[in-house]
């Protein structure tokens, strides 16, 4: 298996973040926890420190949980500007579902949108959305436009010479040169493992269920490539 086969499960976090804002409030990991139980999510303290010290990370619902028991935004929790529209809507605290509800959309065709950085929605949908997430229409457009651009840029530097991408990158995302260019050395070791797999399965005449594994994890790493340049480049 590859070390990556879905490289951004947990929405971007910050343990610092959540601990300051745990002892503004004067709570103990117990009491967070127990709170969280009231909000329909059971989690024991061991769940509250490790995400504290960042040997684990909340899933959505246990953030969105995290943040109601601490009571702060989830904003203050992601710890940066959101960028992508899993993260705006991420700040307002929306699931993909009750967001798709909102807007008159099918679920599958948003959570198609937040994957693939398209948006398909109509002039209404695109209206609704932007109130939802407190934009403007032209935000939203712009917003998913960027993130799509990014999302080429990253798949062309992985499959070729990462170098010459690291400036237009690191304009596009507003991050630092640096941690950009860390960023896309890991990044295309890691898709050149998945062909490495890939060739040495067909060297081996492993059968066609082995190869599609490859293939399918490959496209999952692909599809959560803009998180993972993000989280790699320091939540630029």
């Known amino acids: 298996m590859s070390p990556h ?13 959540a601990r300051a804002a745990r002892e503004r409030i004067g709570l103990t990991p117990h009491q967070v926890a127990l709170h969280m139980a009231q909000l329909g999510l059971d989690r024991d303290s061991g769940a509250v420190l490790a995400w504290e010290s960042g040997t684990a990370a ?62 398909s929605g109509d002039d209404r949908q695109t209206l609704l959305l932007a109130d939802a997430l407190g934009m403007g ?8 436009a960027r993130t799509s651009e990014l999302d080429r840029l990253l798949r062309q530097a992985v499959e070729g010479r990462w170098k010459q991408y690291v400036d237009p990158l690191a304009r596009l995302a507003a991050a630092d040169r640096a941690g950009v260019g860390r960023a896309l050395r890991t990044l295309h070791q890691e898709y ?20 599609r594994e490859v293939a399918a994890d490959r496209a999952a790493w692909l599809r959560a490539l803009p998180d993972r340049f993000r989280h790699l480049a320091g939540g630029a």
């Open 58 to 119: 909340p899933s959505e619902p246990e953030l969105f949980a995290l943040a109601d028991a601490l009571w702060c935004p989830v904003a203050v929790l992601m710890a940066r500007r959101p960028v992508t529209l899993r993260e705006h809507r991420l700040a307002r605290q929306f699931t993909p579902d009750r967001l798709a509800l909102r807007i008159g959309m099918a679920p599958e065709t948003y959570a198609l949108a937040e994957r693939e950085h398209r948006w």
């Open 137 to 144: 229409p032209e935000e939203v457009r712009a917003l998913v």
């Open 5 to 17: 086969p879905n490289p951004s499960p947990h929405p971007p976090f910050s343990p610092a973040e």
């Open 192 to 211: 050149a493992r998945f062909n490495e797999r890939y060739l040495g399965h067909l060297v081996a005449r492993s059968g066609d269920e082995r190869l």
